[in-house]
């Protein structure tokens, strides 16, 4: 059994050594200002869908580089909280039957719907990184998603990912922040001399 103060520990480490995320926090900025890029093209919806997609699925490898940048650890075999990290990304695809058919049925709503998904992925991360703005993220990008998916007219949609990655610009200092205290605390949990 895992006494509360050595769990809460496994956990500053988890916010410490991989900072929080950011390397996939400012992938995904780069990767919803290419989506911004791509509805502000006079295509139809479905053709700014299928290329959203494409574009999305850079944010893992554009991450991989930026954790090299940043120094971030994805692997820390001695924590046994880590492979839940992945588990909570993994989560966000059983989202994407429902990203489908609005793919397929309402286009139009994608970009929408697309936000909607990544932000409210990000709620568990706020335990897991013990970094409240990740709530904070979870609630307002897709509110701010829907509101603007109800109120942009067609050739405006561009807004929605432009909103995302404001969003997750913010949220990417936020988690800065929440790294610097996390660390404080964290080294205050290391043995004398570490």
């Known amino acids: 059994m895992i006494r509360k103060q050595d769990f809460e520990a496994l956990r500053l480490e988890l916010s410490v050594k991989a900072k929080n995320g950011l390397d996939f926090i400012v992938a995904a ?14 295509n139809s919806a479905t053709q700014n869908s299928f ?17 090299r940048a940043f120094g971030t650890t994805w ?10 990290g992945l588990w909570l ?29 990544t932000g409210a992925h990000f709620f568990p991360y706020a ?3 013990q970094a409240w703005p990740y709530a904070f993220m979870a609630g307002l990008i897709p509110v701010g998603c829907l509101v603007l998916g109800l109120r942009v007219a067609a050739p405006d949609l561009y807004l929605i990912p432009t909103f ?31």
């Open 75 to 84: 692997k820390l075999p001695h924590n046994p909280l880590q492979p839940l």
């Open 29 to 42: 900025t780069v990767v919803w200002v290419a989506i911004a890029f791509v509805w502000a093209q006079p």
């Open 51 to 67: 290329i959203t997609f494409m574009v999305g699925a850079a944010v893992l490898p554009l991450a991989g580089l930026l954790s």
């Open 127 to 129: 335990w897991f990184y």
């Open 164 to 194: 995302v990655a404001g969003a997750l610009l913010v949220l990417g200092g936020l988690l800065v922040l929440s790294y610097r205290r996390n660390r404080q605390a964290y080294l205050l949990t290391l043995p004398a001399g570490q």
């Open 89 to 117: 990304n993994f989560a966000q695809l059983f989202y994407f039957p429902f990203l489908l058919f609005v793919f397929s049925r309402y286009p139009q709503h994608f970009i929408m719907t697309y936000g909607i998904i």
